[in-house]
């Protein structure tokens, strides 16, 4: 598995990981594009808003930018969701989705885990977290309430 070309021991990084971070957008932004014009999800309406959300959650969770997802960056995102598993239980959910049996998640898979027809453990709990940002509070003030309408 390929790591990050970043040196570990530059305590002053940051500015090169966010340009790892960019370059590794401008990849996933070219896949996007490919698959946008092969025409293999032509049924999903807003398929472009769903590559780009796509993008960010596996920019959000390869945490070494290796462009695959790993078993650690999978314990790292379901953690961050809230839904610890074991190391075993991990690999069960990567196994689902891996199709040419690397041990990993790369993006094309993770896109035809997100789109496609067969649903996977990782997918649902995706969706969830997806439906959960969904939900905006209500804006502006209370509305005035008098004491003749209580009751």
Not at 108 to 128: A, C, D, P, T
């Amino acid at each position: 598995m390929p790591s990050t070309v970043l040196d570990k021991a530059d305590y002053q990084g940051g500015r090169k990981w966010g340009d790892v971070k960019k370059e590794q957008a401008k990849k996933i932004d070219t896949i996007n594009q490919e698959i946008i014009e092969s025409g293999n999800y032509k049924e999903y309406e807003d398929l472009e808003e769903k590559l780009t959300s796509y993008k960010e959650q596996f920019i959000e969770y390869d945490t070494d930018d290796s462009g695959d997802l790993d078993p650690t960056d999978v314990a790292y995102m379901l953690e961050k969701l809230g839904k610890n598993k074991n190391i075993l239980e991990i690999k069960k959910m990567i196994a689902q989705v891996d199709l040419d049996g690397s041990g990993t998640i790369n993006y094309h898979e993770y896109v035809q885990m997100m789109l496609g027809k067969k649903n996977s453990i990782l997918r649902i709990i995706l969706m969830f977290e997806e439906k959960s940002k969904e939900k905006p509070g209500p804006s502006g003030p209370p509305s005035v309430r008098k004491i003749e309408d209580l009751p």
